[in-house]
């Protein structure tokens, strides 16, 4: 697919294979949809993690045997995260690009195309995409040299701090943003954590020709074509390790946000007060946010009560529901609001509402935070009292709309 132009940004989808390690025998297709600017210098790269209610599809083995037999796309590469999560714009104004990866996540057989929470393989995809996009750019021809030249939309200017190299903030929603904190961990984490925990990790790439040509495996690249986690951005984390999953095929993400509690990244989870998917333990195990004194039992707490020195950082959105963060109306995420925290008089934000429009505000802070942190310098306190933070913890912060809700006396919630 040629890139679609749009200004001074282009954006394109192609589709690969990815096995996530060489000795297992089991494949899945990706979708990779990314915005850069046409110049192909951005300066850093946000990789969104999309949630579980986006592109479901109940028809999706009959389109799949039909896609088959007219050698049309499948129903995977119908899905559009970028239609729901477009926050381009704060990417544009700060010269960065945005990515999304759909992966078939096969957790139930009925259901390939979906994912409920509990999986690090969505995270583990998440990880392998930005790394792909680093070396080889929006192309899926990597084997041919003058394509990938042609690709390669990072700035790759010598005379840039290296600190600052192959910078991605990790990103998502719903299950996405638990998927997030699996790739946020960085590559040497989620071989560690993915081999102790039946989730071995060390990813090849193929394309879609009749005989396929595939990349090295993950750990033969140099670490300079690696993604470089530079900060973690979760909305409304949903977990659905603990009775929706097996076990076995899916362990969940406190591993990874247990590793994260060490880890000096910035860290900030974004919850709404009306929103039941990622609050209440019925939904999310453990629930994203426990608002009593006793929090040991979320993923914040694992996240940040396991280790004194822990970046991590919440705040709570008034009238924030599960799909507010939506740029288009979808059925099935509204499904996942029914059962709303809030008292009846309170109306929670519907998508394409202040609660979308502060997200993507708040990507805009994000992105300028890391712009204006060297990360190999970068301190808690620059992290505590940085830009991103000074917005943020106000009840109103400016322009955005929206209030927060007080979390012991501050509107931003730090650990320490």
Known sequence: MYPIQVGNYDFKRFYLWLQYYDKLPAFTEIVIEVFYPNNMQAD?????????????????????????????????????PSWYYNYSQAAIDNNWALAFVTTCHQQFD?????????????????YAAASYLIRYGATYKYQDDAAVAKAKFLNSDAAKNNSMDNRVIFAGHSVGGAHAQVAASG???????????LMPFDPIFYNREFIPDHTPPLSEWSASMRAKPAGLLQLSPVDGAGGRTVPFMAPGMKPYREYLSGVNLPNLMVTGACDSACLDAANSCPPAWIDVQDRSESQYAQMAYSNSNSWAATCMVERGSHCGYLGHCNDLCKEADKKSKCESSVTPYAAREEEFHFTGQLLDHYIRFIEGCDQANCTFDDWKNGSLI????KEKPEDSGISLKPLDGSYVHFSH
């Open 44 to 80: 850093g790269l946000v990789m969104f993690n999309h949630g579980f209610l986006i592109g479901t599809d109940f028809l999706f083995y009959p389109k799949l045997l039909l896609s088959k037999i007219t050698n049309q796309d499948t129903p995977l590469y119908e899905i559009n």
């Open 110 to 126: 009925i259901m390939p195309w979906t994912d409920l929470g509990g999986n690090p393989r969505v995270g583990q995809a998440a």
């Open 187 to 197: 590559f040497d984490a989620l071989q560690r954590i993915g081999a102790k925990n």
């Open 390 to 393: 000074q917005w943020l913890n």
